[in-house]
């Protein structure tokens, strides 16, 4: 009777940590599902605090007349020309990889009316600015 006893509390403790370890396996597999489309799209290292405050200061100056406080971006008129910009928040804007963003904002789009920061801005700031546009208006880290 004692060893009946034991078997079935054996059991149900084996059947207990089977169904924690199912879980768990399901739990890791959702978030790695996730990261792997943050990190496809973002292949920088985290910023540090500083880095992104710096990155916000140079955005609120230099950035925002076209691009706009929330990212959004749109149709901006200035003395004789239309420009619109995209919108960060986007799927599209999500989807664009670093390399893409930090090629055009070292060279510009002239004819669209996005300025060429290089030489302007160093290679730091324009990593930084990208990592604060990915995280402040993409939701990514
Ligand atoms: C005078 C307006 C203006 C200013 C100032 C400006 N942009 Fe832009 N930006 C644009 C326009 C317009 C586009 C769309 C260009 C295109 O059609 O590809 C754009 C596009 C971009 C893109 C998207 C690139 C892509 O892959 O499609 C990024 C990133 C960007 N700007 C970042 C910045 C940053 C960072 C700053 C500040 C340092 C800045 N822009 C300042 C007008 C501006």
Do not use: Y
Not at 24 to 36: D, E, F, G, M
Not at 68 to 81: H, L, Q, S
Not at 99 to 125: Q, R, V, W, Y
Request: proline share 2%.
């Amino acid at each position: 009777m004692k060893i009946l006893k034991t078997g079935l509390i054996l059991t149900a403790f084996a059947l207990f940590i089977f169904a924690c370890t199912e879980n768990k396996t399901a739990n890791i597999n959702t978030i790695n599902n996730s990261n792997t489309v943050i990190v496809a799209n973002n292949t920088q290292p985290a910023a540090t605090i500083d880095e992104l405050a710096s990155a916000k200061n140079i955005f609120m100056k230099t950035c925002v007349k076209c691009h706009k406080e929330d990212g959004t971006g749109g149709v901006t008129v200035f003395e004789d020309t239309t420009i619109k910009a995209p919108n960060f928040t986007s799927d599209k804007m999500k989807n664009e990889d670093d390399a893409e963003f930090i090629e055009t904002i070292e060279n510009g789009e002239k004819e669209d009316g996005m300025p060429a920061f290089k030489g302007k801005l160093s290679e730091e700031e324009i990593k930084n600015l990208v990592k604060f546009i990915r995280r402040e208006f993409q939701g990514k880290q």
